[in-house]
T-cell receptor, first 113, second 114 residues
Framework: DGGITQSPKYLFRKEGQNVTLSCEQN?????MYWYRQDPGQGLRLIYY???????QKGDIAEGYSVSREKKESFPLTVTSAQKNPTAFYLC????????????FGPGTRLTVT | KQEVTQIPAALSVPEGENLVLNCSFT??????LQWFRQDPGKGLTSLLL?????REQTSGRLNASLDKSSGRSTLYIAASQPGDSATYLC?????????????FGTGTLLAVQP
């Protein structure tokens, strides 16, 4: 089955620790995205990547980092510099940048205490 | 700055009713508009994608329209079913350099009562 997988589904960390969220896709899509969802707010773009070894900051990149070493993988690291890391994180992909449909993974709920 | 608004925030209807969800946006310079469904604690499922040159798209009982000039889109659900209960999100694809950024509304929580 083609799709986007995110792991783990739930993640718990202590404040001050870095944590990496996994996102893998087997859709052969060039573009990948990370969004954050908070209660009562729309999804907000953290980082995106148009192609391997290239990525750009979205609207709320502070305290996050990404890498894109392989086409199918786009991991997101939540660093200790992120002030409010507890949220639902969603990964998405599309065929390419431009007017293409975005497909989403099942999400990872991160709780930092 | 593009802003996307969805009204109402919540809606409860009896099974079988036809209903309309609304989405408005402030900047008409968009690539496209996408409607999603989100079940509690889950990711987003794409329902319909309307390109900026199109006026509507249909899939089964769903019909989405787009009026760029007025900054509005509607999602029409015919003959609603309890299984349609979910949060419905609209997102506009905005011009932003080489990027197609999706700007999301906050969603409409739909409950269809059996």
């Amino acid at each position: 089955d083609g799709g986007i997988t995110q792991s783990p589904k739930y993640l718990f960390r202590k404040e001050g620790q870095n944590v990496t969220l996994s996102c893998e896709q087997n859709l052969n899509h060039d573009a990948m995205y990370w969004y954050r969802q908070d209660p009562g707010q729309g999804l907000r773009l953290i980082y995106y990547s148009q192609i391997v070894n290239d990525f750009q900051k979205g609207d709320i990149a502070e305290g996050y980092s990404v890498s894109r070493e392989k086409k199918e993988s786009f991991p997101l690291t939540v660093t200790s510099a992120q002030k409010n890391p507890t949220a639902f994180y969603l990964c998405a992909s599309s065929i390419s940048q431009g007017s293409y449909e975005q497909y989403f993974g099942p999400g990872t709920r991160l709780t930092v205490t | 700055k593009q802003e996307v608004t969805q009204i109402p925030a919540a809606l409860s209807v009896p099974e079988g009713e036809n209903l309309v969800l609304n989405c408005s946006f402030t900047d008409s310079a968009i690539y496209n508009l996408q409607w999603f469904r989100q079940d509690p604690g889950k990711g987003l499922t794409s329902l319909l994608l309307i390109q900026s040159s199109q006026r509507e798209q249909t899939s089964g009982r769903l019909n989405a329209s787009l009026d760029k000039s007025s900054g509005r889109s509607t999602l029409y659900i015919a003959a609603s079913q309890p299984g349609d209960s979910a949060t419905y999100l609209c997102a506009v694809g905005n011009y932003g350099g080489a990027t197609n950024k999706l700007i999301f509304g906050t969603g409409t929580l739909l409950a269809v009562q059996p």
